[in-house]
């Protein structure tokens, strides 16, 4: 058990306070935003800025770069996805959750290539040594891009990336020591996989139409 308390608590030993704290509010809001996801409740952009906008500070100063070019990406998709969630047409919201069409599997897929050069490029301007967790990273990125703006849009398939992207996710932080974040990433897993289920069963009741 206290090898355990250990995996957590080492990394935070050395770290100042107000690190800590922004962690803590990472990761508070971080879960926040997955849940108003699930809830299909616009509040998950104004949650989901405040964890990105404070990520991208922490992992700067942690030398993650991908990670933090991913944050930052992300803090840019909220605010799309902020405008596009909440467009009314005659006291209606108009994006109603459906699947991908082909051209939208096509674009997910152009964005999962992009955002994984842009990721790889971010590493060789910063001057750092990519090692094999950094390609991973690199991977993620795309796939986590590519998830942000298939929510954003409110396609069913956001769910199944970030699952997917999550799984991986979860070892790779712990293998990097930050116990928090990969015990976030397990919380994140658990959340999506509830969204995906909720958002299917709207689809198959024929609350919106695909």
């Known amino acids: ?8 608590l080492d990394p935070y030993r050395e770290a100042t306070m107000i690190s800590i704290l922004l962690e803590v509010v990472v990761f508070i809001f971080g879960i926040l935003s997955v849940y108003y996801s699930k809830k299909e409740n ?3 952009y104004p949650t989901g ?5 404070l990520t991208v500070y922490l992992l700067y100063k942690a030398g993650y770069y991908g990670d933090m070019m991913m944050n930052f990406y992300y803090s840019v998709m909220s605010i799309y996805g902020w405008w596009n969630w909440s467009r009314k047409r005659d006291g209606e919201y108009v994006v109603p959750i459906t699947r991908t069409n082909f051209r939208e599997k096509i674009i997910g897929f152009g964005l999962f290539l992009l955002t994984m050069l842009v990721t790889y ?4 301007a910063f001057g750092r040594e990519i090692e094999a967790a950094n390609y991973i990273d690199i991977f993620t990125s ?6 942000m703006w298939y929510m954003a849009i409110k396609k069913l398939e956001n769910w199944t990336l ?5 799984l991986i996710t979860v070892p790779l932080y712990a293998y990097r020591g930050l116990g928090m974040l990969s015990l976030q990433y397990v919380i994140f897993t658990i959340l999506a996989i509830q969204g995906y289920i909720v958002w299917k069963k709207s689809l198959n009741k024929g609350h919106v139409t695909a």
């Open 49 to 53: 800025l405040i964890a990105t906008v």
């Open 162 to 166: 970030w699952i997917f992207a999550d």
């Open 121 to 124: 490029g971010v590493y060789r």
């Open 142 to 147: 795309g796939v986590f891009f590519t998830a």
């Open 1 to 8: 058990m206290q090898q355990i308390f250990d995996f957590f």
């Open 42 to 44: 616009i509040l998950v």
